[in-house]
């Protein structure tokens, strides 16, 4: 080896192990400082004619697993998801307080019901009806508290959101600027591995909001999308805009529809100027935003309608009365006449035959309506099983009620208006092909006397009596947030005793508190699967304490899952994290050890110069 090649071998040394001792000093230096990955050279031999003449240090690279990273993005996403579902679920278990506690509404319930029990037995009193009335008022109360909680609850993932779109903004800025940055110095000899350290902080930020998936290009820019799909980073950073809607109430819901939305949405506009509502099905599938949208949209409503469901039945088991059909014939026909006139919006006039043929009973669950666009409805919405419900609109009069009523039941049947609100159904006659099992109706009663024991004890804002009504505004939704006892109840608490005036009941007739004691406990109702209890096609049956039993415990169940499943994703994340960090924190051992490696080879690199400069000394001398 001539002098020469002695001497490069030895200069290039000399700079490699300087910017190698440059290195592990940064590494050593930004070991704590969050977001920092460990960093190495690229060194490679530099070869003439053939022969190795020294070493160079080409670029800087990040020591990392991307593979693991992405995981890592992924399952934090779906932590933070997790975590978020957690929180609100157990506030919500403890909202409806466990079984028995004093402030659940079982325990409320239960008191209510003790009180009218009391009440059979001293009707009375004036002191036992006071106290029954207290009883109710302390329970629609507690109702009105626990859906003004479950709004606010909304209201705060709904403000949530809106927040959390300005943080997105400014994140996606911020990789914007870092990622020009990254692709102008790509070719650069210092490389661009800081500046990568700098862009996945932001991209880790992103993340907390959203699942996201990035792809690096050979220049090192990236592309970021979400997992469903939607693109948020090209080079070019989509605009969120947060579309905030009036205060939240129980009526409020979202809808891709814009002009059916009443709750705030995030609409992703991209350079071309197009608009995608972000929070639509599928493109959000983790992170805190999913969360709250699915908390907003679905879990807390559910828990609405829960409540919604027990004060509906309550009140209707109080409120409604049945209005039975009277057996008519004519000739050979027979049939019933229903008299329609009590019927309020959403109650239902029932009708059961039985096909001669198969043998089979069918029952049409015949609904109020008033306004003709709240047609169709549900075929959920008696909560039965057993019937087919079909939307009658009365505003055009009982003429068109029975010929609306005709059309459903076909030519087997003839449905007539016999006047005075009364429609008459009969069957074939001779041919005696179906025969009329039963025709009924459940009619909300309006007043205190005068409509048997049933009461609107419990009522809707402005003193209007439950009946399910659709019309307009949807009647069950939210009436927990506004049920109330009857003013007039409260002025006059007599009638809780006094159901007729011609003749008059007397001061101590059990009667109505026996009956309104036992449709609160005996009665089994059928609950529709709105509040997530039981299906559509297996509906929750039961009593009403049964019902509030169950509530509680699916709260409770679902807390106890949901508080799982956050504490199992995140040992997920923990676990990435600590094989993440294996492949990116620096290791103070391994620097200082890299550091004595590194000063023992600078050391001997200037030896050989050294000895390259005595030689070159003595062949002067020479």
């Known amino acids: 080896m001539g002098l020469s090649s002695a001497l490069s071998m030895a200069l290039s040394g000399l700079n490699a192990n300087q910017r190698g001792l440059q290195l592990a000093a940064t590494n050593v230096a930004n070991a704590d400082t969050p977001g920092y990955t460990a960093k190495t050279l690229d060194q490679s031999s530099i070869v003439q004619n053939g022969r190795v003449i020294g ?88 109702l009105n508290s626990l859906s003004a909680d479950i709004q606010a609850m909304r209201q705060e993932n709904e403000t949530f959101m809106r927040n959390g779109v300005d943080e997105m903004n400014a994140a996606l800025q911020n990789i914007k600027r870092i990622n020009d940055q990254i692709l102008t110095n790509s070719t650069s ?48 950073p989509v605009v969120l805009e947060f579309d905030g809607r009036s205060q939240m109430t129980p009526q409020a819901g979202y809808s891709i529809n814009p002009d059916e939305r009443s709750v705030g949405t995030i609409s992703m506009t991209s350079i071309s100027g197009s608009k995608v509502d ?3 099905p599928g493109l959000l599938r983790g992170g805190a935003i999913a969360a709250a949208r699915d908390l907003r949209d679905g879990i807390l409503v559910e828990a609405q309608a829960q409540l919604d469901q027990f004060a509906s ?3 209707s088991a109080m409120g409604n009365r049945s209005e039975p059909g009277n057996a008519v014939t004519s000739g050979t026909q027979a049939g019933f006449d229903l008299d329609l006139s009590g019927l309020q919006p959403g109650n239902v006039a029932s009708f059961s035959y039985t096909d001669a043929t198969s043998g089979k009973t069918s029952t049409v669950s015949f609904v109020r309506v008033d306004d003709p666009a709240s047609l169709p409805l549900s075929g959920s919405f008696t909560g039965r099983t057993d019937d087919s419900v079909v939307g009658l609109d009365f505003s055009g009069g009982m003429g068109s009620v029975a010929a609306q009523m005709q059309s459903v039941l076909g030519g087997r049947f003839q449905v007539s208006d016999e006047g005075g609100n009364t429609i008459r159904i009969l ?10 099992v039963s025709v009924n109706a459940e009619i909300s009663t309006a007043s205190l006397t005068g409509e048997g024991v049933a009461l609107p004890f419990f009522v809707d804002s402005g003193g209007k009596p439950f009946s399910n009504s659709v019309d307009g505004r949807v ?64 509906p929750f049956t039961g009593t009403l304490g049964s019902f509030v039993n169950q509530i509680i415990s699916v709260r409770g169940a679902e807390a106890a899952q949901a508080t799982s499943n956050a504490n199992s994703q995140r040992s997920v994340v923990n676990i990435l994290e600590n094989r993440f960090a294996e492949g990116t924190e620096v290791s103070i051992d391994a620097e200082m050890a890299r550091l004595v490696e590194l000063q023992t080879s600078y050391a001997a690199n200037a030896r050989v110069m050294q000895v390259v400069q005595e030689l070159l000394a003595a062949v002067l001398r020479i």
């Not at 593979?67 to 932590?79: E, G, K, Y």
């Not at 307080?97 to 319930?109: E, F, K």
């Open 427 to 436: 069957d074939d006659g001779v041919v005696n092909a179906v025969d009329i």
């Open 278 to 280: 972000l929070l639509q």
């Open 189 to 236: 000899a210092s490389g661009t591995a800081d500046l990568q350290d700098q862009r996945d902080i932001y991209i880790d930020q992103l993340s907390h909001y959203m699942d996201v998936r990035v792809a690096e290009n050979d220049r090192g820019g990236v592309r970021i999308t979400t997992s469903g799909g939607a693109s948020l980073f090209d080079g070019i």
């Open 55 to 142: 070493l160079e240090s080409t670029r800087i690279q990040r020591s990392l697993d991307e593979a693991i990273q992405a995981q890592l993005r992924t399952q934090s996403a779906s932590s933070t998801y997790a975590d978020r579902i957690s929180s609100y679920q157990s506030r919500l278990d403890e909202l409806l307080g466990t079984p028995g506690s004093s402030n659940g509404i079982d325990a409320l319930l239960s008191n209510f019901t003790g009180a009218l029990e009391g009440l059979s037995t001293t009707p009375e009193s004036y002191v036992t009806r006071a106290e029954a009335l207290t009883s109710g008022r302390v329970l629609a109360s507690q």
């Open 475 to 538: 009647q069950f939704t939210g009436f927990a947030s506004r049920i109330t006892v009857n003013a007039n109840l409260i002025e006059d608490n007599s009638r809780l005793v006094v159901y007729d005036t011609s003749p008059a009941t007397l001061d101590g007739d059990s009667t109505r508190p026996l009956f309104m004691f036992d449709a609160l406990t005996s009665s089994v109702n059928s609950f529709t699967a709105d509040g997530g209890i039981g299906t559509t096609s297996a």
């Open 313 to 315: 039945a309550m009140a």
